[in-house]
């Protein structure tokens, strides 16, 4: 997956668009995420090729918000949102998670994806890139991990959302 984007004069809305493009090119797992200056949320959205089973999600549920406060426990932090939502569709489910920016870390992102993977591979949905080189997924979190904490001291005023389509990573205002 190739990169071009255009910084804005502003750096705290290229930070939070260079956030959302970083996140998607090091998640693939990840069907969009939406950033709410307001509310200053991140909401990141995984989307299955089945209806799951409800109460296989409910436990999933109580494992991603047990995980995320023991992460920040862990860590002497206290997340002010950690809320974890399903909604069944008619022949998907999609999954979202939302977190506060003030406490969310890039290493607490991975461990998100990595329990959706373990739970969920073989009905998540996801473009494959076997483009990225390891040295380039490690560049993509440690850019993710500063554009972060930019967007704890900026408070970027643009409600954003971005997703793939064939390939590409789009950035919306919303």
Do not use: W
């Not at 918000?65 to 939502?85: G, H, K, M």
């Not at 483009?131 to 904490?149: A, F, K, R, S």
């Amino acid at each position: 997956m190739q990169l071009q984007y255009k910084t804005a004069p502003n750096n705290e809305v290229s930070d939070s668009i260079g956030l959302l493009i970083s996140i998607l090119v090091r998640y693939p797992e990840l069907g969009t995420i939406n950033y709410d200056p307001v509310l200053q949320q991140l909401r990141f959205t995984f989307i299955f090729s089945c209806v799951l089973d409800e109460e296989k999600l409910v436990n999933f549920k109580d494992t991603v918000v047990a995980s995320i406060q023991a992460y920040n426990a862990f860590e002497n932090r206290v997340p002010l949102v950690t809320d974890v939502r399903f909604n069944p569709c008619e022949e998907f489910t999609m999954l979202e998670v939302i977190r506060d920016v003030g406490t969310l870390t890039q290493e607490e992102l991975s461990m998100i994806i990595e329990l959706v993977h373990h739970n969920f591979k073989k009905d998540l949905i996801f473009e494959k890139n076997d483009n990225l080189l390891e040295e380039d997924l490690l560049i993509q979190e440690e850019l993710i991990e500063h554009m972060l904490e930019n967007i704890k001291i900026s408070y970027p005023e643009k409600n954003l959302i971005a997703f793939r389509e064939d390939g590409r990573v789009l950035v919306f205002n919303k």
